[in-house]
């Protein structure tokens, strides 16, 4: 079993700033994607960033310059730093984990990000 905690999130202005963490306990493995994706309300579910544990890492089009995925394998743990919120950034975040090579996936219990004014 795989579990993730996730701490951060909340409420900011737009053009604020926001940290989200995602750390991972359990039967992990050495190789594994890791990584954030967001579900704004009515919406489905996308992919925000994702990360290998090489350090290859993708975004969504939309955070590209703005948010920032790292990662520390020693700890498990994956970050996201947003910068330059907008409302549209509006979500609930969970965090993701995929196992490799076996491609079964873990997710978070989702932390509420809001960009209002």
């Known amino acids: 079993q795989v579990q993730l905690v996730e701490s951060g999130g909340g409420l900011v202005q737009p053009g604020g700033s926001l940290s989200l963490s995602c750390a991972a306990s359990?039967?992990?493995?050495?190789?594994?994607?890791m990584g954030w994706y967001r579900q704004a309300p009515g919406k489905q579910r996308e992919l925000v960033a994702v990360?290998?544990?090489?350090?290859?890492?993708d975004y969504i089009d939309s955070v590209k310059g703005r948010f920032t995925l790292s990662r520390d394998n020693a700890k498990n743990t994956v970050y996201l730093q947003m910068n330059s919120l907008k409302p549209e950034d509006t979500a609930v975040y969970y965090c993701?984990?995929?196992?490799?090579?076996?491609?079964?996936?873990?997710w978070g219990q989702g932390t509420q990000v809001t960009v209002s004014s």
């Open positions: 993701i984990l995929i196992r490799l090579p076996q491609r079964d996936d873990y």
């Open positions: 990360s290998t544990n090489i350090g290859n890492i």
């Open positions: 359990g039967s992990i493995g050495s190789i594994y994607r």
